[in-house]
């Protein structure tokens, strides 16, 4: 994997944002179909401005904008060889970029995350994280399988990213440059989930008046994304493995073949063994399929660069009376947290202390301390306890959550920042007790 990469810095703003080149094609521009999405000007075309492609250990940059690429006095309208240290500017002159043949991003590394801010935030939330090293070598270790179109099999705990590291793949690989589509299973009815899947024809059914093609069918040719498949019944595992080995399917109210290209990620936090069929398990469970995306209490040091722009993320929703910075103690607080529920309730927590904190510039570990409904329990009591399982844990967490909302589970989903179908499903797996809750 390359060691190369890019500084970008606004010539108005002056901000710097680093970039890791990948070994291959990194294409830069406005638009999803790019690698990395820049800051929009006025004169900004919509494509593909420039690109970086490596050949034989050299970098070279291809120049794919109308305003000619700027190198020293020389405007480039074709493509030029990279060396350590040049500079360049596109884009009307307002971004400056610098080719390092060797970057190292070193745990005090300053990293403006909002590189992509016409992406979701959710696909923002986690730029930092994906450069952590174990991130980065478990991508080095399944690097030949993530650019084939080998299915891939994210497991991680609630809130790791696994959305985001699915994503990423698909970036990754042959198919960037088409759909990427995401369903959720437990906020699929069970009812409805084939014609999620699959589509239909009009007359499938009673109200089926128009015609509907499916998550596999707008799939074609990229890749789809199914998040916790072991919620999957057994009758729609049988027809996805069908279009795992055949690569086509039949939709409801039609005895039609219709065919597909579709990469197949999956994800989950489950014992897929006992979840899935014998034959789709060995499809999309096998070691060589996995990637372990790790908790964020074994990644400490993200804590602070990933908080700092979750503060930038907020302060641009909220306006800047809600600015704040942590203290170091503060940090070492955080740092020390056991966050069962990951980057997705780190996020949540920075925007809910910045809403009790308005207008306090610097939030101390004191500061943190006090608020009894900042965490549930006490830091000493949410560190890491060998003699304690992660699931033990998040089940007194959940029922902790439920004993703060009076049972109401859809208050506990927020408290807790799990969603409201997977609360249900874990109070169910782990045996919670019913008095504790209101259906």
């Known amino acids: 994997m390359s060691n190369s990469g890019i500084a970008i810095k606004n010539n108005k703003s002056k901000e710097i944002i680093i970039l890791k080149l990948k070994d291959g094609l990194n ?29 034989s250990g050299e970098f070279f940059l291809i120049n794919r904008s109308l305003h000619g690429t700027k190198i020293g006095k020389k405007v480039l309208k074709t493509a030029h060889r990279l060396e350590d240290g040049d500079c360049f500017e596109v884009f009307s002159y307002d971004y400056s970029f610098i080719f390092y043949k060797r970057i190292r991003l ?43 179109d080998y299915p891939i099999l994210l497991v991680g705990e609630t809130g790791t990213g696994k959305t985001l590291l699915a994503k990423h793949i698909h970036s990754l690989s042959e198919r960037r440059k088409k759909n990427f589509i995401k369903v959720s299973v437990p906020n699929v009815i069970s ?86 069929t014998d034959a789709l398990y060995s499809r999309v469970a096998q070691v060589q399929h996995k990637i372990k995306i790790p908790p964020l209490r074994d990644m400490p040091e993200v804590i602070k660069p990933m908080s700092d722009f979750f503060i930038k993320k907020n302060i641009e929703k909220y306006g800047e009376d809600y600015k704040l910075t942590f203290s170091n103690d503060a940090i070492e607080m955080l740092e020390g947290y056991h966050w069962p529920y990951n980057i997705r309730e780190l996020d949540s927590k920075i925007e809910y202390i910045m809403l009790i904190y308005k207008n306090k510039s610097v939030v ?15 830091f000493s009591e949410t560190k890491i306890d060998e003699n304690i399982s992660v699931k033990e844990y998040e089940k007194r967490k959940i029922i902790n959550a439920l004993k703060k909302c009076s049972g109401n589970i859809e208050k506990a989903s927020k408290f807790t920042d799990i969603p409201k179908s997977t609360l249900y499903r874990k109070i169910k797996d782990y045996g919670i007790p019913k008095k504790l809750y209101i259906i």
Do not use: C
Request: hydrophobic fraction near 35%; proline fraction near 1%; aromatic fraction near 8%.
């Open 191 to 276: 009812t409805l989930f084939e014609d999620t899947l699959f589509g239909h024809v009009p007359g499938a059914f009673d109200g089926a008046k128009t015609h509907r093609d499916g998550a596999f069918k707008n799939a074609d040719k990229g890749s789809i994304f199914l998040d916790e498949i072991g919620d999957i019944n057994t009758e729609i595992q049988s027809k996805l493995l069908n279009v795992l080995q055949d690569k086509t399917f039949q939709q409801l109210g039609s005895d039609k073949d219709v065919k597909v290209d579709v990469r197949l990620i999956v994800a989950s936090n489950q014992n897929l063994k006992e979840k899935l």
């Open 106 to 148: 070193a745990k005090k590394t300053k990293i403006n995350l909002s590189v992509a801010e016409k992406r979701k935030n959710e696909e923002l939330n986690q730029k930092y994280f994906f450069l952590h090293e174990k991130i980065e070598k478990l991508l080095e270790e399944k690097n030949e399988v993530i650019k084939s």
């Open 364 to 378: 101390t570990s004191k500061d943190l301390s006090k608020r009894d409904d900042l965490f549930e329990e006490d």
């Open 27 to 55: 294409t830069f521009g406005r638009g999803d179909n790019n690698d990395f999405i820049l800051p929009e000007t006025s004169e900004m075309a919509s494509g593909t401005q420039f690109k970086i492609e490596k050949h």
